[in-house]
Every structure is written in C-alpha cells, then in structure tokens.
C-alpha cells in the first residue's frame, strides 16, 4: 500500500515550452502533496507544499508563476513547469501523505526533466 | 536556521560487515526523524523512522539511534549486502513543519 505514482518518468523539451508533471496516491487519499527538486548529488529541496482545494504554498525563492501547482482532488497534484530553461532541467519528485498528523513517508519515483 | 548534516559524504563497506551512517542537526525542536535511501534516479526509499521519545528503534537489519543530548542520528545496517547500495538522507521535522533532509552519504557494498 502507500503507493506514489509519477508520471512522466523523464521528459525532453525545448525551451520556452511548458512541461506538466502528474503525481498520483494510488491507494490512499492524499490531502497533502510535495513537490521537491534535486540536483545531481545533492539533496532534496522543498519546492511547494500542494494542499487539496486550496492554492500551494511555495518555499522561499521558488516561483509560483512559474512552477504551477495544482491539486485538484485527493489522489491527484500536478507539476507545470512554464517557460521552462535549461537551468530548470533537474529532477522534481513529488511525496504525498494523507492526513494532518501523518508523515509524508511516500515519494514518487521522479520525473528528469531535460530542457534543451 | 534549522539545518541537517551528515559526517560522511561517502562509505564503503564489505559484503556482510555493519555499516554505520551518521547524521547531525541542528533544530532541538525536532521530534521525528526519517531515514530514507536513494537509488539511482529513483525517489526516497522509506526505511525507519523514530519519535524523539525514543532513542532507539529496531527495523529488519536496520537501528535507528537517536541521541537528543548531542543532536545525532545514525542508522545501522547490518550484514550489509550490495543491494543496500544506494544513497541514505536523513530527515527530520518539527511538529507539523516541513521535512528538513540532509546532504546525504551514499553507501558502497562490494562483494
């Protein structure tokens, strides 16, 4: 059980364009979600936190009009990553828990993103 | 601010021997702590976890110790196989503030 989806697992694009990332809570409803960014060799760092029905909270420093939250359901948030650039290739994961008082144990599997 | 460190960027180890992979923090607010493995382009891993009441917790193979007085943390693993091969964070939160990771270690096991 417990299982985070994340879709695509990596993906190409161009710049200027906007690329969407989707993450799923399989077989738990998720009334918060996680959006992280890791470098090569470093740890994560908290992007957003996505809370169903509402609007995202954003880390210090990330760009909410350019990293675009949406978590429109309990099983569903997704990444757009708008304009995108070549210094927005990285690789976003996403982690997911259910209620208040629980911890955020689930993660996705990551999205690379290459942005050429 | 609140920070989370480990000692050791890198360990490697022999097949069959413990490893040992620490982790320093800064925020005596903290009251639970993950530690999490990484394997390559994959996402965090949960492994075990522990509540700052505790100063020990035991998994399958794997202790977590938790030592409040000094602000350390460190996970145990024991008859380390090559599959553990991976990178280890450890994580740790205030009440219901976001999760702090670490920098890291990334373990080596060869056969």
């Known amino acids: 059980g417990a299982v985070v989806s994340q879709h695509p697992s990596w993906v190409i694009c161009k710049s200027g364009t906007s690329v969407k990332i989707e993450c799923r809570s399989l077989?738990?409803?998720?009334?918060?979600m996680f959006w992280y960014r890791q470098f090569p060799k470093q740890s994560l760092m908290l992007m957003a936190t996505?809370?169903?029905?509402?609007?995202?909270?954003?880390e210090q420093g990330v760009e909410k009009d350019k990293f675009l939250i949406n978590h429109a359901s309990l099983t569903l948030s997704t990444l757009t990553v708008t304009s995108a650039h070549p210094e927005d290739s990285s690789f976003y994961i996403c982690?997911?828990?259910?209620?208040?008082?629980?911890?955020?144990?689930?993660f996705g599997n990551g999205t690379r993103l290459t942005v050429t | 601010g609140e920070s989370v460190g480990l000692h050791l960027p890198t360990l490697s180890v022999q097949e069959g021997d413990n490893s040992i992979i620490n982790c320093a923090y800064s925020?005596?607010?903290?009251?639970?702590f993950i530690w999490y493995k990484q394997e390559s382009g994959k996402g965090p891993q949960f492994i075990i976890d522990?509540?700052?009441?505790?100063d020990k917790r035991q998994g399958q193979r794997v202790t977590v110790l938790l030592n409040k007085t000094v602000k350390h943390l460190s996970l145990q693993i024991a008859a380390t196989q090559p599959g553990d091969s991976a990178v280890y964070f450890c994580?740790?939160?205030?009440?219901?503030?976001?999760?702090?990771f670490g920098t890291g270690t990334r373990l080596l096991v060869s056969p």
């Open positions: 982690s997911a828990r259910g209620g208040i008082g629980s911890s955020p144990l689930h």
């Open positions: 077989d738990f409803q998720a009334t918060t």
């Open positions: 996505s809370n169903e029905g509402s609007k995202a909270t954003y």
């Open positions: 925020n005596s607010a903290s009251d639970y």
């Open positions: 522990i509540r700052s009441n505790m």
């Open positions: 994580a740790e939160r205030s009440g219901f503030q976001k999760l702090v």
